[in-house]
């Protein structure tokens, strides 16, 4: 088990093309989560996967924004449409679940919308 | 949306000092936890600390809580320059499964 790992580590593309990034979390992690990051601030919540059940959704994930799970292991998030304000980390992130526990991150995808 | 406010913002110390960074959330919690972010990098686990737990120690690391004040401090003693990075709390909700992280602190450990 090599941790959580993301791809790509790093995206440009130009104002208006669509970005897929993809999280493979710690294989008998059942939670899966995602956050957004900007310089200079904490992770905000994006979305959370319970095995491949989406559970939640930020106000901030506008319809552009979508994430899958399929099969309860790696997960995508799709952004369609990009624009400026969309430049930020993309962190993932996996859990055991339950209370308690503590969140182990990938390296993250870093995003600059053009 | 961000739970917790982290103070300071900003720290700067020589190696061998104290360095403490303080945290207050504003809703009940299960736990708190404090994460560490070399930069452009992911976070780091620290130390998770229970909401009827008041201290814990890892190390050089010193976590507080105080669920009264909704307010956590974490002290990392007799600082290294490896130290230097961004620190975040992060509370866990009641009823909730999300982590929701603080505005973080940027330490800087000079040698």
């Known amino acids: 088990d090599t941790g959580v790992s993301q791809d790509p580590r790093h995206k440009i593309t130009k104002r208006g093309q669509n970005v897929t990034f993809r999280c493979d979390p710690i294989s008998e992690h059942n939670r899966l989560y995602w956050y957004r990051q900007t310089l200079g601030q904490g992770p905000e919540f994006l979305t959370y996967f319970q095995n491949e059940a989406q559970l939640e959704k930020s106000r901030l994930l506008s319809d552009r924004f979508s994430a899958e799970r399929p099969k309860g292991s790696f997960s995508t998030l799709e952004i369609q449409r990009t624009e400026q304000g969309d430049s930020a980390m993309y962190l993932c992130a996996s859990t055991r679940g339950g209370l308690d526990t503590e969140a182990f991150f990938g390296q993250g995808t870093r995003l600059t919308v053009v | 949306s961000q739970q917790g406010e982290e103070d300071p913002q900003a720290l700067s110390i020589q190696e061998g000092e104290n360095a403490t960074m303080n945290c207050s959330y504003k809703t009940s919690i299960n736990n708190l936890q404090w994460y560490r972010q070399n930069s452009g990098r992911g976070l780091v686990h620290l130390i998770l600390i229970r909401s009827n737990e008041r201290e814990k120690h890892s190390g050089r690391l010193r976590v507080t809580l105080d669920t009264s004040k909704k307010s956590s401090s974490l002290l990392i003693t007799a600082s290294r320059a490896a130290d230097t990075a961004s620190y975040f709390c992060?509370?866990?909700?009641?009823?909730?499964?999300?982590?929701?992280f603080g505005t973080g602190t940027r330490l800087q450990v000079f040698p």
């Open positions: 992060a509370t866990e909700g009641l009823n909730t499964d999300k982590l929701i």
